[in-house]
């Protein structure tokens, strides 16, 4: 079946680095939409990319869409303790169905 | 403008038990998400409701059920418990197919 994978699992960081998380689908999508979910909380929308090769910045964090439109990244630059909590990727399949295959999530913990 | 809301927040069910739980989407929404997330993991799309019909599902057995009423509020039914139920039950709104999808704050589920 179709899988969302993100990497890594878990990142630790000193407060004030940067930080990436990588999304790969095993398949094309149709557009692709990132949350965060703090620890005991639900996901958060945060934005949702569509065009091929489209990059789009939320202040810190920066958000691109690969060209094949089967990989998509999240950037944060000089991370804050209230960056803390778990990154997820959703990808919509192309498949005629609209469900989002949710990908497996990087946990992010900050250190000050 | 009330958000996604979800009830109960907590429950506690046996094995082979039955259980139902309630979503309300956000105010305008007429389009709703039922997922599963089992601790650690990626929400995992278990069905979709649009118009009072289940328009989208994912790979959930039939023990899994749901009812949308014409107010747009949802119910998600669960029948003959496992253990391997237990998990946040997390219910998104949006408006149309697809469209970006508000969470609620879930519904914990502890199956003993």
């Known amino acids: 079946g179709q899988q969302v994978m993100q990497i890594p699992q878990y990142q630790h960081v000193q407060e004030g680095e940067d930080f990436t998380t990588y999304c790969n689908s095993s398949?094309?999508?149709?557009?692709i939409q990132w949350y965060k979910q703090r620890p005991g909380g639900h996901p958060v929308f945060l934005i949702q990319?569509?065009?091929?090769?489209e990059v789009k910045k939320q202040k810190r964090l920066t958000f691109q869409f690969g060209e094949a439109k089967k990989n998509s990244s999240l950037h944060i630059t000089a991370t804050q303790t209230t960056d803390v909590g778990t990154y997820f990727c959703?990808?919509?399949?192309?498949?005629?169905?609209?469900?989002?295959?949710f990908g497996t999530g990087t946990r992010l913990k900050v250190l000050a | 403008d009330a958000g996604v809301t979800q009830s109960p927040t907590h429950l506690i069910k046996t094995r082979g038990q039955q259980v139902t739980l309630r979503c309300s989407p956000k105010?305008?929404?007429?389009?709703v998400s039922w997922y599963q997330q089992a601790l650690g993991q990626g929400p995992q799309f278990i069905f979709q409701?649009?118009?009072?019909?289940?328009?989208q599902r994912g790979n959930f057995p039939d023990r899994f059920s749901g009812h949308q009423f014409p107010n747009y509020s949802s119910e998600l039914n669960v029948n003959a418990l496992l253990l391997g139920d237990s998990a946040l039950y997390l219910c998104?709104?949006?408006?149309?197919?697809?469209?970006?999808?508000?969470f609620g704050p879930g519904t914990r589920l502890t199956v003993l």
């Open positions: 998104a709104s949006s408006l149309g197919l697809p469209g970006t999808q508000y």
């Open positions: 398949t094309t999508l149709s557009n």
């Open positions: 990319l569509v065009k091929s090769g």
């Open positions: 959703a990808g919509l399949t192309t498949s005629g169905t609209y469900k989002y295959i």
């Open positions: 105010s305008g929404h007429d389009t």
């Open positions: 409701y649009y118009e009072e019909e289940e328009r």
